[in-house]
Every structure is written in structure tokens, then in C-alpha cells.
């Protein structure tokens, strides 16, 4: 299906994420949800530096961390990589980020803001229900497709660091949970539509969607399947089909 | 549901897997399968130096060496590193594997052994059809939440290596094919012995049941959910129940 995504540049991502809130005609919870992915505050619409001149600056550098972090893993995105990267000196980066861990820290906090502002963001323009589920998966497709570093670092990074305890990994653990919640809500106002069963597990449906897209990754990027799109949507078909069923066979 | 596995030391897993496929009662193509996911040659039952005193010694040392890639990454399974870890001099090291790429293919090589001994063959002891998918993913489920490191690092490379084109991506690669390809043999036993419909797609099952595992993988070791596992196994129920169904919506 066509998707209606806003076309916006990925340095004004600050700028377009109230316009769009304000608009979603969202269910309660979805939108407070939406600004803690992107690291805002219960109804604050901008981060407070946003539009200032170090604010472009740092939301540059860390557009660069976000695409270096996708290549190399966070585990290689340190000061000194970072500043040959974009070409400053290592002590000028230093200054911008104190350390490495404050680095990756902000480079995580940058890629949620990518992946809420370019996929969820849009998809809640969609009606509420099934069209915003197929919207989510479309807009999370066409990311996975186009290789775009937030959505592609949120998918790896996670499996970098299930194992190395600390900040980092603390922070990417909330933004997943903050996700998952984000797409409970989603399938949940498809159950308050009547489109789903009323019984149809939203909590599951999170898990579910979200390990089709870790497939769709997989599929896409590690294999090279030129199917893998269109065998991440026959999956989430299924899924939506055994939830507007009223046999209860599936769950 | 209980799974028949033999009990094996990690250490005698080379020697385990011949006995294995002498007594599976398989489809045509398995045992090669299987074979090539561990390494050997169709017909063949064991590595050429499985069983001498180097050869022990190199397989402890890739043990050792998979469970360090499976905490820090791939990349951060260099020369040193290893022989800091096992407390052998890096000349040692060197003298077993010549170069950093090297000692990373035998270590994913090592890793999927480990995978298809553990996992896979223990499966094909299983009835064929529904019995036998089951049972594979209850020892898939069951590496997980043990966090064996073989399993482990056969799912969090691929999220790693996507971007990295080289020999290390290339073998990662054809293993996860020639998974896929085990899986959908094993679901294709199930159509066979009519568990499901004849035009239920085994290459959609194969994608749809790594994606399941990837998710519990995450849901697991990354949001530390204790649902995890029965999130999978209802994932996969409502799988197996659309293809049991004859009504043809979900696929």
C-alpha cells in the first residue's frame, strides 16, 4: 500500500516532529509515547538546543556517528574514529562529548530520534487500525530497504550489546521497551476499531512484528533476498489474519 | 513439550554427530545438509584431524574463542585477545591460525558445529512432520536461554558482519543458507506426512522461524523478558496452526 510520508530533511527532524504530533488524530498514550523515543519530555516538543548553531553542529556529527556505528558496530565508534570521520580534531570532539560511552550514548539517543521521526512519526498519520499497523510496516520496510543508519543501528546494536552491562546497553533497553509499547498501542487501536479480535494479544503482536523486521533484516542485508520484503509482509498478513479470526485456534 | 537429546560434552561434539546421523530416520537430503552445516563433505563423518591431541587442543582453543566473539563481537576476536583469554603466548596463537580473519572463520565454523549438533541433529531424532519442527524449537529455545555461545554467535554475527563484506560475511552467509535451507526440509517432512497443507510454503516457515528466534534472542538477552521463550512458542503455534488450516487466508 502507499504510505503518507512527510518528506523532510534528515537535519530538520527536530523541527518536523511537533507539526507532526500535533496533527495524529492518536489514541491516548500513543503521542507521550512517541516524544519519549524521541527523547522528549511528556508534552515538550524540541530538544532545548535545537536551532541553535552547536545544535546543528552536534546533530551533524552525530548524524555521522549514527552511519559510522551502523558500519562498524558502537563498539568501533570511539572520539577518534568519529573525528577522522567527519574531519574534526580529536580534542574538538572530546569537547562536544566528554568520552566515549557519552558519544555512544548520544549516537543511540540520535538513531531512536531518526527511527521515530522517519517510521513511527508518519505511520500515526495513517487511520488508526489495521492501515496504521501496514503503514508502521511499510515505513519500517522502506528504512530497512534504503539502509537508513537510525533504524539499521537500533536493529544491530542490540544484539552488540545484550552482553556488555552498563549505560549504553541500560539506555537501548528502554528505547526498545519504549518501542514495543509504541507498537502495542498501534495494533491496540486496530482491536478498538473492531478490526482485531478483542482478545488479540497487543503485547505479542509487539514481539511478533518486531522479530519479523529482525527477519527482514537478516533476509535483506546478511543474505541479499531480493524476497525479503514481501516475505516480512506475507508474515505480517499472517499475523493480522489470525487476529481478525474468531476461531481463537492461533493464540 | 520434552525433547530426546543425547547428552554430549562440548568437547566430544565432533564424535557425537556420525552416531547421530547413522539413526535418523530423515528426508532424503538432510544428512548432507546437516553434514555441510557442520563443516564435513557429503558422506563424510568427521574432520580430518577430530580425535589426535592438535586437534583437541584447537578445538578447545575455538570453544574459548566462540564464547569471547558471542561477548564482545567478531571484531573483537583478534590473535591477542584469544590467547590472553585461553593464557596461551600470542605466537602460539598465531602458530594455530596465521591470521586475525583466520581464527575469525574457524570460530564461526566452530560456532555453527556447535549449533547443528546441538540444536539441529538432536531434532531429526524426532518423529518427522510436526514432532520434528517442534523439537527444534525446543533446542533452539533451550540454547538460548542457557546462552550457549555457538548459537549465540551464529545470530548476533550476522546483525554484525551485514556491512562487512569479506570472507568472514561470506561463510556466515552460506551457513545461514544452508540453515534455511535445513529448516524448510524439516518443515517439508511435515507436509509429506500430511501434518500440513501441501501449499504451505517451507522457504516462508524457514524465514518466519529464524525471524522468531531472533526475536526471542532479543526479547531474551536484551530486555531480559521472561516470557521470552512462550512468546516464541506462541509465535510458532499460530504459525503451525495457519498451515494446518485449509482455508488459505494467511498465505
New interface residues.
Given amino acids: 500500500m502507499p504510505v503518507h510520508r512527510r518528506q523532510h530533511e534528515r537535519s530538520c527532524y527536530f523541527a518536523a516532529v511537533p507539526a507532526a504530533l500535533d496533527t495524529v488524530p492518536a489514541e491516548p498514550g500513543t503521542i507521550d509515547g512517541v516524544r519519549r523515543l524521541l527523547g522528549l519530555a511528556p508534552g515538550q516538543d524540541a530538544t532545548p538546543d535545537a536551532g541553535t548553531k552547536g545544535g546543528r553542529t552536534r546533530e551533524a556529527i552525530l548524524a555521522a556517528g549514527v552511519a559510522l556505528a551502523?558500519?562498524?558496530?558502537l563498539?568501533?565508534l570511539t572520539i577518534g574514529a568519529l573525528a577522522a570521520d567527519v574531519g574534526m580534531s580529536k580534542s574538538g570532539m572530546f569537547a562536544h562529548f566528554g568520552s566515549k560511552e557519552a558519544l555512544q550514548l548520544a549516537v543511540v539517543e540520535a538513531a531512536a530520534r531518526e527511527f521515530a521521526t522517519e517510521v513511527v512519526v508518519p505511520a500515526l498519520h495513517a487511520p488508526r487500525g489495521e492501515p496504521r499497523v501496514l503503514a508502521l510496516l511499510e515505513g519500517w520496510l522502506e528504512c530497512g530497504l534504503l539502509r537508513r543508519p537510525g533504524g539499521c543501528l537500533i536493529?544491530?546494536a542490540?544484539?552488540?550489546?545484550?552482553?556488555?552491562p552498563g549505560p549504553v546497553?541500560d539506555r537501548?533497553?528502554d528505547l526498545?521497551?519504549e518501542l514495543?509499547g509504541a507498537i502495542a498501542r498501534i495494533f491496540a487501536g486496530g482491536v478498538a476499531e473492531g478490526h482485531f479480535r478483542p482478545d488479540a494479544?497487543s503485547g505479542?503482536f509487539a514481539?511478533?512484528l518486531?522479530?519479523?523486521m529482525?527477519?527482514?533484516?537478516?533476509?535483506h542485508?546478511?543474505?541479499?533476498d531480493p524476497r525479503a520484503a514481501d516475505?516480512a509482509r506475507?508474515?505480517v498478513?499472517?499475523?493480522l489474519?489470525?487476529a481478525r479470526?474468531t476461531s481463537g485456534?492461533?493464540?
Same sequence: chains 1, 2.
Fill in positions: 551502523c558500519r562498524t558496530g563498539g568501533g536493529v544491530k542490540s544484539a552488540e550489546l545484550d552482553e556488555q546497553r537501548l533497553r526498545h521497551l514495543a494479544d505479542q514481539v511478533d518486531h522479530a519479523v529482525l527477519g527482514f533484516y537478516h533476509q542485508r546478511m543474505l541479499g516475505r506475507a508474515a498478513a499472517a499475523l489474519a489470525a479470526t485456534e492461533a493464540r
